[in-house]
């Protein structure tokens, strides 16, 4: 069993940053890839970042609706048990809720089987 728990969202104008971190408690978060998704009022939820175990391989959403390559930075700490994500150059578009998961075997965009229970992401025009 995992637990996850998002913080650091909040309300920024376009063009600001914000850091995002995912505290996990229960196993080592090392055994787990872990990802961020985000679900825009409306919207279904969409992958944006996913890191392996190690933090040695990192995916980013790179569709064009989806793209945040070269913005948001995923990385983690396993000694502190911490997921992060590093959002720059943040637009309106961004805005929504942000989960964090955690899965032993999951695809970087695939079916993770633990997840938080969000954190809400607004930026203004």
């Known amino acids: 069993q995992v637990q996850l728990v998002e913080s650091g969202g909040g309300l920024v104008q376009a063009g600001g940053s914000l850091r995002l971190s995912c505290a996990a408690s229960?196993?080592?978060?090392?055994?787990?890839?872990m990802g961020w998704f985000r679900q825009a009022p409306g919207k279904e939820r969409r992958f944006v970042a996913a890191?392996?175990?190690?933090?040695?391989?990192?995916?980013?959403?790179?569709s064009y609706a989806d793209s945040v390559k070269g913005r948001f930075t995923i990385s983690r700490d396993n000694g502190k048990n911490t997921l992060y994500l590093q959002m720059n150059s943040l637009a309106p578009e961004d805005t929504a809720v942000y989960y964090c998961?955690?899965?032993?075997?999951?695809?970087?965009?695939?079916?993770?089987?633990?997840w938080g229970q969000g954190t809400q992401v607004t930026v203004s025009s």
């Open positions: 998961a955690a899965d032993l075997l999951a695809a970087p965009a695939g079916d993770y089987k633990y």
């Open positions: 890191i392996s175990g190690t933090g040695g391989y990192t995916y980013y959403a790179d």
């Open positions: 229960g196993r080592a978060l090392s055994d787990y890839n």
